[in-house]
């Protein structure tokens, strides 16, 4: 519905305006970090798929298959 629109746009307005970052204190690895930072991207252009997420490293080496 219509909130769920405004909340979708408010997360995009929020990823173009801020640079996401993972406190030190949390664990995650690199290739995590990596996808994240793919999905995160506010250039829709250069944001990752869903075919890209899930060939990307992260889910090639993970134990959710």
Known sequence: GRKSTLNVHQLYRYIDNHQV????HVK???AAI???KGI???DPSKRLNMTQIFR???FANS???
Do not use: E, F, G
């Open 21 to 24: 970052t993972i406190p030190s």
């Open 28 to 30: 995650v690895s690199p």
């Open 34 to 36: 990596d996808l994240l």
């Open 40 to 42: 995160l991207r506010s």
């Open 56 to 58: 990307h490293n992260w």
């Open 63 to 65: 134990t959710l298959r």
